[in-house]
């Protein structure tokens, strides 16, 4: 929404397809998911009277909506993109099939993951989560509009703290809230790391990339911290799990 009550604003989203082109263009795989709450949550179907699986279903065209905005976006950018759908909606995308995401990130492309998980009662976390999980990724990047997790609501408290690491046991215990408890636990289950960060203020995505230590890691302690934290991991391909883009760039599949 950028500053706006609603939609989409024009400024926030080129910021982010040009953070993302920037990451993107260092040879790092990048896949996304996006919300729709700046259109329709699911979560408010009660206040309007609506049941709560239907509304579920409007929020999931809500992300769809936005997908198609930063496809769009990176395109005009010359970032070649494919977005996923985990409703099927063949006019404007495909449906989400895991081999073919990740055939997708082999070949350089922006992957987009619209639509949630394509069931109710799930949030889009959970669709990162588990989207991330599927392909295999190293971490999962959580944008949001402040930097990183803190004591307190930030916003609410001035006197709140950041953590620069935590674990996923310290997070539950001290009850604070990161993503919806289905995600966390799926990444916490898979030993995948969290890094929540400002997406709002240009140019974090490569500073995160690139080893700066900005927002907070959350994850399950020891090496994994030390070894996030560092630049190479992210960028070295030899030391990774990333693969380089594979060669005939022409191929359609």
Do not use: W
């Not at 609506?50 to 509304?55: E, I, S, Y």
Request: proline share 4%; glycine share 10%; net charge negative.
């Amino acid at each position: 929404m950028g500053q706006q009550q609603y939609g989409i604003d024009a400024e926030r989203l080129m910021q982010y397809a040009t953070e993302i082109k920037t990451v993107a263009a260092q040879g790092v795989q990048v896949a996304v998911v996006i919300g729709g709450g700046n259109i329709f949550r699911g979560v408010q179907a009660e206040q309007f009277g609506l049941d709560r699986v239907q509304g579920d279903y409007m929020g999931m065209l809500a992300t769809v909506i936005n997908s198609m905005a930063l496809q769009s976006a990176l395109e005009k950018m010359e970032v070649p993109t494919r977005l996923l759908s985990g409703l099927t909606i063949q006019r404007v995308c495909e449906p989400y099939i895991r081999r073919r995401a990740i055939r997708h990130l082999e070949k350089g492309r922006v992957v987009i993951f619209g639509a949630g998980i394509g069931s109710p009662y799930f949030t889009t976390d959970s669709a990162a989560s588990l989207r991330a999980i599927e392909i295999e990724a190293n971490v999962v990047l959580k944008g949001t509009r402040v930097n990183g997790i803190y004591t307190a609501d930030p916003e609410k408290d001035p006197a709140a703290t950041r953590y620069a690491e935590i674990t996923f046991d310290e997070v539950l215990s001290k009850n604070l809230n990161v993503m919806d408890m289905t995600a966390f636990t799926l990444c916490k289950e898979n030993n995948l790391p969290i890094i929540v960060f400002d997406m709002n203020t240009s140019g974090n995505l490569e500073r995160l990339i690139a080893g700066e230590p900005l927002g907070t890691l959350v994850s399950m302690g020891g090496e994994t911290n030390q070894s996030l934290r560092r630049a190479a991991p992210l960028l070295d391909l030899k030391h990774s799990g990333l693969q380089p883009p594979i060669s005939n760039p022409n191929e359609q599949a």
